[in-house]
């Protein structure tokens, strides 16, 4: 029988955690603060910040989002890293979230040479992607937040991936590259799929678990789009589903064909699950960068 993969309780579990940890640092006079960024005028982008902003409220943690998608395409880019140094000063704001993917016309790696190191609660500055490589301790570090939210989300349900063959379908900064890595971590061996990759659809018939995180789905994008569908995968497959596309008029599609799949694979995740990982996973980040800014704070005033 497949096992339904469903985050909301443990996001729910999380979240409480949080919230104790957001009390202790009022407690020292400390409040995290988390500053979202919109570069584009996207309702996938808009439906992401919405709920993290509200899962803030409910944590004790301020947040405040800046649309800088207000200004003309082409001073976007110089205005949203003026924004960013702004924010880097700025005392009540401990965590700086640049909202993904960015239009196309803007530099990612540009932008985020910019944020703060500390405050970087995606881990996709330099150096936080340098620690990912590195040597890295979930508990303290800032890790991408989807990526480290689907190895919690696997050890939750106590999936072992050692010994795996998993294709991702995807590899992005944000998702496929640095879950490739933490896979790999865990003794998996994973494979990132892409437009360009020779034999796509036999790797992923192959695979032990498929992650899709393309966002591209058939109903909006046509020939060009993609959807994980039962026929695809091996029988006792685990499949994770992360890439979603919500439209203007409220619509939403997933990279998965959860009827078709939840037919064939071991475990599944439900539509949305991912979601709520990367959300429970931004909040604990943030607190991070908060523990870290207190302990900045307190290392300076025993120096002055």
Not at 18 to 25: H, Y
Request: aromatic share 8%; with cysteine; net charge neutral.
């Amino acid at each position: 029988m497949t096992v339904i993969i469903d985050a909301k309780p443990l996001f729910i579990k999380i979240r409480e955690e949080v919230k104790a940890e957001v009390s202790k640092l009022k407690e020292r006079g400390i409040t995290p603060g988390l500053a979202a960024i919109l570069s584009e005028d996207d309702p996938t982008s808009k439906l992401y910040v919405s709920k993290k902003v509200k899962d803030c409220a409910k944590c004790g943690i301020y947040s405040e989002v800046w649309e800088i998608y207000r200004y003309p395409p082409e001073e976007r880019e110089n205005e949203l890293i003026n924004l960013i140094s702004y924010l880097n000063l700025r005392h009540d704001v401990t965590g700086i979230l640049v909202q993904l993917p960015l239009p196309s016309y803007i530099d990612v790696y540009r932008v985020f040479d910019h944020v703060s190191v500390a405050k970087d609660v995606d881990g996709l500055t330099p150096t936080n992607k340098g620690k990912q490589y590195s040597r890295y301790d979930p508990s303290k570090d800032l890790l991408p937040c989807t990526a480290i939210g689907i190895v919690e989300l696997l050890d939750h349900y106590r999936i072992n991936v050692d010994g795996m063959f998993v294709t991702i379908i995807g590899r992005s900064d944000l998702v496929g590259k640095p879950l490739l890595k933490l896979l790999l971590d865990r003794n998996a061996t994973p494979v990132c799929l892409h437009t360009h990759t020779r034999n796509a659809l036999s790797l992923i018939a192959e695979a032990d678990m498929v992650v899709s995180a393309v966002g591209r789905p058939p109903e909006l994008y046509g020939g060009e789009g993609f959807k994980l569908r039962g026929e695809m995968i091996k029988e006792g497959a685990v499949v994770v589903n992360v890439g979603l596309k919500r439209t203007d008029t409220g619509l939403v599609y997933y990279d998965v064909d959860f009827d078709s799949v939840v037919e064939r694979a071991s475990f599944v995740t439900k539509n949305e699950t991912v979601g709520y990982m990367t959300r429970a996973r931004l909040l604990k980040n943030t607190v991070i960068a908060t523990r870290e800014f207190a302990r900045s704070l307190e290392e300076r005033s025993l120096t002055t």
